[in-house]
C-alpha cells in the first residue's frame, strides 16, 4: 500500500501536508496525482488547486441531517424570489439552467432566470420571460478577484 | 486557535484524515464545515483550480494567467452562471412566402480550450449558420432581422475550472 499522507517536508513543495491518490506514493508522485496540499502560494508548474469546490447548503449539514444543496424555486407567476441559505461566507455564486426544450412553442417564449443581491445567507432569482421552476445550487468562489 | 486537522477517529465519521475551515473545530465541527474528510464520498472533493467574476466578456478569457499557472493537458469542466441564463424561442412568424421559427436550447453558450473560455452562440436558424458555433454573442441586432431576440452579449460571469477532464479520451485514470 502506498504512502498517502505526509505532514512533513516533502521533497518537491517543503513543508505542508499531503495527500496522494489511492495508488500514489505522497513522498514523490507527481503533484498532480495530490488530492490534497496545503497551497503556500505556488505558482506556475507547481501549482495544483485553489481549493476544494463547495456548494453552500440550503438547510441541514448539521449532525445527522445531510445538506440540503438543491433548491427548487418557483417563478410560475411571481418575476422574482428571495433565497436564503446557510453562511459559509460572503463570496458565493448561485447557478440554474433551463435546457433542452423539446417541444418549441409556435409562440415566443424565454425562460431563465438570473441572480441579483448575492451576499453571504441569500439572493433574489430573477426571471427571465415566461413563468417556471428552476433548481438553484448554490456555488462558494474561492476568490472576490475578476481571475484567480 | 481551533483544532484545524485530524488524522485519527472523529466522532462524526470514524477514522480518516478530516481538515477544518478556519476558526472550526475539525474534532466537533458540521461536516459542512470541513474543507477536507477523507470519506467524502467524492474522495477529496473536486478541485478548483482557476475561477472568477467578469462583468462582461466579449473574446477569450485565459484562465491560466493568474500565477502563470500549468496547462492542465486537457478541456477541464467549467461550471459558469452569468445574466443570459436562459432558452429563447421567437414563434412562429410568416417572412412572404416562408414561415420561420427560432429557438435556441440555451443561450449561456461557451467554447473551451484547455486554456480558455469564450463566448459563443449557437445560431437557431440554420441558413444564416453555416459556419455552425460562433465564437461570440449577439450584440443587437438578431438572426432574422430585428426583435429576433436582441443583445445576448455575456454579462456578470461567475466560472470555476474544475480539475476534471471533460475531453473524449481524457475521462481516466491518466488524468483523474
Known amino acids: 500500500m502506498a504512502n498517502r499522507v505526509l505532514l512533513g517536508n516533502r521533497a518537491t513543495g517543503g513543508y505542508g501536508m499531503y495527500v496522494s491518490e489511492a495508488g500514489q506514493n505522497v513522498l514523490t508522485c507527481n503533484k498532480s496525482k495530490l488530492l490534497f496540499y496545503t497551497d503556500s502560494g505556488e505558482t506556475g508548474s507547481s501549482f495544483v488547486a485553489k481549493g476544494t469546490h463547495q456548494a453552500v447548503p440550503f438547510s441541514g449539514g448539521t ?46 417564449f424565454e425562460r431563465g432566470a438570473n441572480f441579483s443581491s448575492v451576499g453571504a445567507t441569500g439572493a433574489t432569482i430573477n426571471r427571465l420571460g ?11 468562489k474561492l476568490s472576490t478577484n475578476a481571475l484567480y | 486557535m481551533a483544532n484545524r486537522v485530524l488524522i485519527g477517529n472523529r466522532s462524526s465519521g470514524g477514522y480518516g484524515l478530516y481538515v477544518s475551515k478556519a476558526n472550526s473545530n ?27 467574476s467578469q462583468s462582461s466578456l466579449s473574446s477569450s478569457l485565459n484562465f491560466l494567467t493568474t500565477g502563470s499557472k500549468d496547462n492542465l493537458g486537457y478541456i477541464p469542466l467549467v461550471i459558469t452562471s452569468e445574466a443570459e441564463n436562459r432558452v429563447w424561442n421567437w414563434g412562429s412568424k410568416s417572412q412572404g412566402a416562408a414561415q420561420i421559427q427560432l429557438t435556441q436550447n440555451n443561450v449561456s453558450m ?9 463566448p459563443a452562440l449557437i445560431r437557431p436558424f440554420p441558413a444564416n449558420n453555416v459556419d455552425g458555433v460562433l465564437e461570440v454573442r449577439r450584440t443587437g441586432v438578431g438572426d432574422y432581422g430585428n426583435n429576433t431576440g436582441g443583445t445576448q ?24
Open chain 2, 26 to 52: 475539525v474534532l466537533t465541527c458540521d461536516n459542512k464545515d470541513l474543507l477536507f474528510s477523507s470519506n467524502g464520498k467524492a474522495s477529496a472533493g473536486h478541485l478548483v483550480y482557476a475561477g472568477g
Open chain 2, 110 to 118: 461557451f467554447t473551451y480550450t484547455s486554456s480558455t473560455l469564450t
Open chain 2, 153 to 176: 452579449a455575456c454579462t456578470n460571469l461567475d466560472f470555476v475550472v474544475l480539475k476534471i477532464p471533460c475531453a473524449y479520451g481524457y475521462m481516466n485514470s491518466t488524468y483523474f
Open chain 1, 130 to 140: 415566461n413563468g417556471d421552476t428552476y433548481d438553484v445550487v448554490v456555488f462558494k
Open chain 1, 63 to 108: 449532525g445527522s441531517t445531510a445538506p440540503v444543496t438543491k433548491n427548487t424555486v418557483n417563478l410560475s407567476s411571481a418575476s422574482s424570489a428571495s433565497l436564503s441559505y446557510q453562511n459559509l461566507g460572503s463570496s458565493n455564486f448561485l447557478y440554474t439552467a433551463k435546457n433542452s426544450q423539446s417541444n418549441a412553442s409556435s409562440s415566443d
